[in-house]
C-alpha cells in the first residue's frame, strides 16, 4: 500500500454526479487547490450495505465540513449512471437519496489505483486472456488533502469495516489546529484540548501536567 501523506494528491477527470442528481464532465480535485480542504473518500460498491451507511454518515456531517471550509468527495469504481440510480432510492429502501456531495465515478479504475486503494490487478495468462486477481473495486480508503492540494491523513478500511465521521472530523480539526497555532496534536487530541510546542521543552511540559 502506498503511502501519500506529505505527497501531492494525484490529479485526475473523470465522471460525477453532484447535488444529487446532477451528472457533470471532467470533475477534478484540483478545483479546490488554494480554496479549501477535501476530504476523499472511496467506497466498494453502490447498492450496497455498509456503504450506504457511510455515505449517509458524511452526509449528516456535511454542515460540520462546510463549515471548517471543507469539501467531501466520494468515489467508488461503480458508473456515473449507476451513482445516479442509487440517488433515487429513499434511504428507508437501502438507497443513498438526499445525499449531495460530489460521488465521482471511477469506472476506469486508474484513479482507485492512483491511490493506491484497489483491490486486486490486471494480469495475463498463458494464454493471453486478460483475468483479474480479485474483485476490481476499491477498499474504504480516506484522504485528507490540504488547500495545497498535499494529502496529510491517509486511512485504508478493508471492505466489512466501516469508518468514523467524527474521526475523519478530528484530523481535519487537528490539522487546522497545526496550521493556525504552529503547535502540534498529542495523542487523543480534540477540539478544546491543548496543543504542544515540537521541541523537548514542550513536551517536557505537556507531560509534566498530563
Known amino acids: ?54 455515505l449517509h454518515a458524511f452526509q449528516e456531517k456535511l454542515p460540520e465540513f462546510e463549515k471548517r471550509n471543507c469539501a467531501v468527495v466520494a468515489c467508488s469504481t461503480d458508473t456515473e449512471q449507476s451513482h445516479w440510480g442509487w440517488l433515487q432510492v429513499p434511504k428507508a429502501k437501502g438507497g443513498i437519496q438526499g445525499v449531495t456531495y460530489p460521488i465521482v465515478a471511477d469506472t476506469n479504475k486508474t484513479i482507485s489505483a492512483n491511490y493506491d486503494v484497489l483491490n486486486g490487478e490486471y494480469y495475463f495468462d498463458d494464454n493471453n486472456q486478460m483475468q483479474a486477481t480479485a474483485e476490481l473495486v476499491a477498499y474504504r480508503g480516506l484522504f485528507l488533502i490540504d488547500k495545497n492540494g498535499i494529502v496529510q491523513h491517509q486511512l485504508v478500511n478493508n471492505m466489512p469495516l466501516g469508518r468514523s465521521v467524527d474521526e475523519a472530523l478530528r484530523m481535519l480539526d487537528a490539522l487546522i489546529f497545526f496550521e493556525t497555532n504552529g503547535e502540534v496534536c498529542p495523542a487523543n487530541w480534540a477540539v478544546g484540548k491543548e496543543g504542544l510546542k515540537a521541541d523537548h521543552e514542550g513536551i517536557a511540559q505537556y507531560l509534566a501536567k498530563h
Do not use: H, R, W
Open 1 to 54: 500500500m502506498a503511502v501519500l501523506v506529505g505527497k501531492k494528491a494525484p490529479s485526475f477527470k473523470a465522471q460525477a454526479v453532484v447535488n444529487g442528481g446532477t451528472i457533470v464532465e471532467d470533475f477534478s480535485l484540483d478545483q479546490y487547490i488554494g480554496k479549501k480542504y477535501v476530504i476523499f473518500f472511496f467506497y466498494p460498491k453502490d447498492f450496497t450495505f455498509v456503504c450506504p451507511t457511510e
